[in-house]
């Protein structure tokens, strides 16, 4: 009876080994098979497809709740679809897995900014413009000065667009957003002059459409509606035919 009970006992305990060594094996392939489902939501986020994307990106949450990336990832996918609480939430959970995740707490500026936020944007991306090691500075200085454009401080605003061309002349962000202040500030000449250049240093990309949106605003106040016309065109021409920008400029031309 005793070698009986002896015998169940280390058997008990063989299966309980068995089970306890082969349970981290499922959850390192439930582990890749997430992490999967996140980069196929990533290619449907590259694609413009955010409701395909959010969709794989709920699904790998399911199985690896704390992965920053992932989390990042959940806000981006929000934010395309414009409910920028739900992105925040997930941006501050990013942040907060990972205190140094600098791109996820740019996104979390760039949510702050969409919803209005402005004080709390500007305070996100000065943590972030601070950090010398920081790769891309010119992200977070545009987008200071976008936050101090939603806040009326032209000023403020041109310094830090001017900033951020500092350190990459072409990015688009920055020449719209310093037309803008040049525009509301009636500079026509200057916004003419940086339009000009922003449309050679970007002519392949079709980013560049915003660009001569705005260069054919300038020339609408010029009173120059022929030159307006030909970059109305443009953007038909580059932007895509269901965005905002291209339904403009169908009202547009004439």
Not at 7 to 20: F, V, Y
Not at 38 to 63: C, S
Not at 83 to 96: N, P, Q, S, T
């Amino acid at each position: 009876m005793k070698k009986s009970c002896i015998l169940m006992l280390m058997i008990s305990l063989m299966l309980s080994s068995c089970s306890t060594s082969s349970s981290p094996k499922v959850d390192r392939h439930q582990s890749k098979m997430a992490s999967a489902t996140r980069e196929l939501g990533e290619a449907y986020m590259a694609q413009g497809n955010y409701t395909a994307a959010l969709k794989e990106f709920i699904t790998a949450e399911k199985v690896i709740p704390n992965d920053p990336y992932l989390q990042n990832d959940l806000g981006l996918a929000y934010m395309a679809k414009n409910r920028f609480d739900l992105a925040e939430i997930h941006f501050k959970k990013a942040i907060e897995l990972n205190p140094e995740y600098v791109p996820a707490k740019n996104n979390l500026g760039s949510a702050y900014l969409k919803g209005e936020k402005w004080d709390l944007a500007i305070e996100c991306f000065k943590e972030i413009s601070d950090n010398l090691l920081y790769a891309t500075p010119h992200y977070p200085l545009s987008n200071l000065g976008w936050a101090y454009l939603g806040k009326g401080d032209m000023k403020i605003a041109e310094h830090y667009f001017q900033r951020s061309l500092k350190e990459q002349p072409d990015f688009i962000n920055a020449i719209h957003g310093l037309a803008t202040v040049y525009i509301i500030e009636s500079n026509f000449s200057q916004a003419l002059d940086l339009l000009k250049e922003g449309i050679k240093r970007n002519s392949q990309t079709s980013a560049v459409a915003i660009l001569h949106s705005d260069i054919a605003k300038v020339y609408e106040r010029y009173g120059n509606y022929k030159e307006a016309d030909r970059h109305w065109r443009k953007v038909l021409e580059i932007a895509p035919q269901s965005s905002s920008l291209a339904q403009e400029a169908n009202k547009k031309i004439k």
